[in-house]
């Protein structure tokens, strides 16, 4: 995000800044991951911090569940999609894309701009893997598993990691925020806690379009 020079005195950790003794230097987060700039749409980032959002909300006549304390970082859709306009619609019509969530490894971030994402997701799906070992035999293993609650994605099928930075540690979780093409995922149950699923066979049905950052400061 942009940070304008009259905000550091405000922030607990800019307000430290003394200009006029060294030089320094702000960075994105998202250089940390080694991510380029341009794979990003900043007019899409979004931090959902606003408690009197609505925590459950319909899009493509399905219930998803916002991400509350979540950054989005805007995924650039653009001139990769012929269809990405109405993947992102935002209205609430029976033809739109609904929403749901698929939680990461740390290591996965950096395939946004190395390799497509679509197969990529299908490659590291832990939940997937989770539910293959516990149904333990399955035809088809050609399938990504997507969920309608953030929370879910993130507390139980994403792995945190962690940054050192100075006198603390940042530890990281990355959640992918995606819309699926109507009519081409089927609805299950987690088999332990009863979670909703989406089970997605074609990769392509699948459009990221918001990688989701959230993050918890660690004293040392």
Known sequence: TLVRRSDFRNDKVLRFIQSDRYQYELKPILS??????????????????????????RCGNNSY?????WYRHGINLKNKYSDYINSIDTDNINN????????????????????DL??????????????????????????????TDCSVAADRYT????????????????????????????????????D???????????RPYGLLLNTETILL
């Open 32 to 57: 940390y991951f080694q991510l380029s700039s341009k794979d990003f749409n900043i007019n899409s980032n979004y931090y959902y911090s606003q408690t009197d959002l609505l925590k459950e909300y």
């Open 65 to 69: 569940y916002i991400p509350i304390g």
């Open 96 to 115: 739109q894309w609904p929403i749901a969530f698929y939680g990461t490894h740390s290591l996965i971030g950096n395939n946004i701009n190395q390799q």
């Open 118 to 147: 679509q197969s990529s997701l299908i490659n590291n799906d832990s939940i997937k893997n989770e539910y293959i070992h516990r149904i333990k035999s399955v035809d088809d293993k050609s399938f990504i598993y997507l969920t």
């Open 159 to 194: 792995t945190s990691f962690t940054i050192k930075n100075g006198d603390y540690n940042k530890r990281f979780k990355i959640v992918f925020q995606c819309r699926v093409r109507p009519n081409s995922f089927t609805i299950h149950t987690d088999l332990v806690d009863h």
């Open 196 to 206: 909703q699923l989406w089970k997605i066979n074609d990769p392509q049905a699948i």
